[in-house]
């Protein structure tokens, strides 16, 4: 009797079995077929079986997935902010990020580390198919990175047209949401486009001309990480202590939120909005900035003051050992000149003494500015009887207050003896990254967040829709002026700045200078306009008042 031949040849269960299972596996998981995930799911599959058995390669994806999704998870809830393709290069970021390791994390990179041994160790022969199929991915990657505009169009028209992965480069949380981890990446994964030089109108608008006296104190602006405290009473914490330190307090809009110092630092430098290029700045454009960047620290230095920049941590993070010199500061210092040894962020009282040092050795006659960046009260937070990790918080807050309150005191001190007077500035770079806290004092309410079955979920993740006053109101971080020869006008500061994006602070600083630059002026201008429509243009992007264009003017 003869035997029945199978339809299906034999090798192909065998081929197709791991990769119909893990296109299986997403089907089921994620509710329904969804074209971007499973295809670029199964391109991954495809480029790992190049060099690695099929049932590691099936296992290898499933860990690099889902150790992507948890990722994304972790700097979702501390930042407000999706995982995006230029933070899988970011390599020298990474000493940031151990604090925030868990189960998940680890057990997802384990099994990929397991997946990729294994495979290697029963790595297929060479077939010409295998590698044919495999480079679709990195020659997809290179297209999109390096081709032609005319080529990467016609890329990006298949991949929306044809896999139904629509670029959502407005709401990137909204684009990771429709078309899952890996297709957001590869989305994101866009050449850097420097801003080129061109017309455009920011100088329409009537300059704002300082109607008092000026002055030309040294100035020391601190950025100080994650520091906060409501000017209310539902969230006040030890940096309250500052306003009965002789600091006059109000508050400005940070760009982030949890995180991103980067971000609010290049508004604090530059008067200039940081939303409007992609990505984080100082790590997209480091190379790109020009020798001559106009900034405020450029201005400064054009003023005839010694610019110094300081930060208690690595100075190649976020590369500000490259970008601080474009941006006008003629001497810059990091932790490994200082002695750190404690486990944990550095104190910052190491950074205060280093710049008690250099200040001290500076010029009698001459006009200093200096510029710090604090580590200490970086998070996260460790959570204790349920607090959300404000205890924690609040308890390296309350020491890297103490610190601050004695290096003021230091160097008014010093600046008493050379006979000059010294205004101090300081914004908090973002809230912490403790939005159950927040939530449990009141801060936020409930229509902040994003709603599960009527419920808010239980990561604290906001909602997609958050409206022009409460993004404000989630980007609001204190502002602390002091100026001790003259109190009242660190008060006019503060009531010129409240409410207003932080990269307004630096025409606030210039105003009070005889020289301060048509720019700057102008940008005091727009930023005098009422709270309200501040809020509306930064809901809506800055890019109508503030051109790429006016950029590339600037820094390129």
């Known amino acids: 009797m003869l035997r029945a031949h199978s339809i299906w040849p034999a090798w192909l269960p065998r081929v197709f079995a791991p990769l119909l299972l893990l296109l299986g596996c997403h089907i089921i998981a994620d509710g329904g077929a969804y074209a971007p995930l499973l295809f670029f799911s199964a ?14 390669a099936f296992f290898a994806a499933i860990g690099i997935e889902s150790l992507l999704n948890s990722v994304d998870a972790v700097k979702q809830a501390m930042t407000d902010e999706p995982i995006v393709a230029r933070d899988l290069v970011a390599v020298s970021q990474g000493a940031a990020l151990t604090s925030y390791l868990g189960i998940a994390i680890l057990c997802w990179s384990a099994l990929t580390v397991i997946a990729f041994a294994a495979g290697l160790y029963y790595r297929p022969r060479f077939n010409a198919w295998r590698w044919l199929a495999g480079m679709t991915l990195p020659l ?29 480069a407005y709401n990137f949380k909204e684009n990771i949401r429709q078309n899952g981890v890996l297709a957001h990446l590869f989305l994101t994964a866009e050449s ?34 994650a520091c906060f405290s409501s000017r209310d009473d539902r969230f006040v914490t030890p940096l309250a202590r ?34 409007v290029l992609p990505g984080i700045d100082y790590q997209n454009f480091v190379d790109a900035y020009r020798d001559d960047a106009r900034t405020l620290v450029a201005k400064l230095a054009h003023s005839g003051y010694r610019t110094i920049g300081l930060h208690n941590f690595h100075a190649n993070f976020w590369k500000r050992n490259a970008v601080y010199p474009k941006f ?32 001290r050795q500076q010029p009698r006659d001459g006009r200093t500015f200096m510029f710090l960046v604090t580590v200490r009260t ?33 160097i008014e001190a010093q600046a ?19 939005s159950k806290a927040f939530f449990d004092a009141g801060v936020f309410d409930q229509s902040y967040f994003r709603m599960l079955g009527g419920e808010r979920n239980a990561g604290y993740q906001f909602s997609l829709k958050l409206t022009p006053e409460q993004q404000a109101h989630r980007g609001e971080v ?79």
């Open 43 to 56: 391109l991954l599959f495809a480029f790992l079986a190049m060099f690695l058995q099929r049932w590691a």
């Open 478 to 556: 204190p502002l602390f002026v002091r100026y001790a020869a003259e109190p009242q006008r660190a008060l006019k500061m503060g009531e010129m700045l409240a409410g207003r994006p932080m990269f307004c602070v630096p025409a606030a600083i210039t105003q009070q200078l005889p020289q301060r630059g048509i720019y700057f002026d102008t940008l005091a201008a727009r930023c005098s306009v009422p709270v309200e429509q501040l809020a509306a243009s930064a809901a809506q992007g800055w890019q109508n008042e503030f051109p790429r264009t006016l950029f590339a003017e600037r820094l390129f």
């Open 140 to 168: 997809l990657l290179l297209v999109r990175l390096f081709a032609p505009a005319g080529m990467q169009q016609y890329v990006a028209e298949f991949v929306e047209n044809g896999v139904g992965a629509r670029y959502l």
């Open 378 to 410: 970086h998070g996260s937070y460790i959570e204790r009887d349920a607090d959300g990790g404000r205890g924690d918080y609040e308890a390296r807050l309350g020491e890297a207050v103490s610190d601050l309150q004695g290096f003021v005191k230091t």
């Open 416 to 434: 008493k003896k050379r006979k000059r007077d010294v205004m101090f500035v300081l914004v908090g770079d973002h809230k912490p990254s403790l």
């Open 328 to 359: 006008g500061f003629q001497e810059t210092h990091f932790i490994d000149e200082m002695r750190w040894q404690k486990p944990g962020w550095p104190d910052d009282g190491l950074m205060y003494q280093k710049a008690q040092q250099i200040y």
């Open 192 to 225: 850097v486009d420097v801003p080129k030089p061109g017309a455009h109108d920011f100088y329409t608008v009537a300059p704002l001309v300082p109607a008092g006296t000026t002055v030309q104190p040294d100035i020391v602006m601190i950025l100080c990480e």
């Open 242 to 275: 500052l306003a009965a330190s002789g600091f006059q307090q109000s508050s400005v809009v940070s760009p982030v939120y949890g995180g991103g110092t980067a971000e609010a630092e290049f508004e604090y430098l530059s008067g200039m909005p940081s939303t």
